[in-house]
């Protein structure tokens, strides 16, 4: 079962950008899609961005045109680049693997606070 620590969360100003980091304990060459997730307090995990072995990418509405998700699989990497950020982007984030979600295993998650 592959491990996942995300780091790279902090606190920010409206406007703001953060880049996010999850480094796994295997190779992601196996993992087809990764996903990261946010959780902000009172509400459920919601899925953000996700990025396939092959580079394709999709982003919910709430993130489109802000955020960007890569992945650098010789460094066993995924990446959120976190730009123009908003209050309401205060949220727990983690990544996973999109497809079996971890069997239902999730890291530490990084806190990202957004706020004036």
């Known amino acids: 079962q592959v491990q996942l620590v995300e780091s790279g969360g902090g606190l920010v100003q409206p406007g703001g950008s953060l880049r996010l980091s999850c480094a796994a304990s295997?190779?992601?060459?196996?993992?087809?899609?990764m996903g990261w997730y946010r959780q902000a307090p009172g509400k459920q995990r919601e899925l953000v961005a996700t990025?396939?072995?092959?580079?394709?990418?999709n982003y919910a509405d709430s993130v489109k045109g802000r955020f960007t998700i890569s992945r650098d699989n010789a460094k066993n990497t995924v990446y959120l680049h976190m730009n123009s950020l908003k209050s309401e982007d205060t949220a727990v984030y983690y990544c996973n693997n999109v497809e079996d979600e971890g069997h239902g295993y999730w890291g530490q998650g990084t806190q990202v606070t957004v706020s004036s």
């Open positions: 990025i396939s072995i092959g580079g394709r990418t």
């Open positions: 295997e190779r992601i060459f196996s993992i087809y899609v």
